[in-house]
């Protein structure tokens, strides 16, 4: 297996994550109660998951080594996914503000749900242009012995930022919400 379809597996999860919290977002629109809980772990998944492990194994690894190995940092599409990684970042830390729901407090609902969706939609895409337009660019850079070494950095990062078995943990934790809501 290629670090980057290591890569592309935990988009689909994330993918998953980003449908249930549309699905949220669709019941707080039409003013139905959510599970308050349900959502604290799916922003736990977002933050962990998502950000620290995702995001870290790009950032610190392997959009370094695609740079190393040719593909630009400014002006190139390694770029537009940092700047989108931060935008996403703030996406997220406004729906951490707003996620304590109080039903009735219509301007704070307005904020979490305007911030959920623009995650959703910005993670959604940027999700597209990594499959198909930047792995793709940097795998014809690399070499199998830097395809190795990527695999087992990423072991290490995991490993360090999250601790061992956690990312299986989120694996599960996705299965479980979709259970919750029906999703199949």
Known sequence: MKPTEILM?????????????????????????????????????IQTFADKCHHGKEEKILFPTFEKYGLPKEGGPIGVMLMEHEIGRKYVKMMMVFSKLKFGDKPQIKIFIENGKGYVQLLSQHIMKEDNILFPMGEGLISNEVRIKLMKDFED????????????????????????LGIN
């Open 9 to 45: 597996n935990e988009h689909r999860v994330i993918e998953r994550a980003l449908k249930i919290l549309n699905i949220m977002i669709e019941k707080i629109e039409a003013e139905e109660s959510i599970n308050l809980d349900m959502l604290e772990r799916l922003l736990d998944f």
């Open 157 to 180: 990062l995991e490993e360090r930022e999250i601790g061992k078995g956690i990312h299986e943990r989120y694996y599960h934790l996705i299965e479980g919400l979709e259970r919750e």
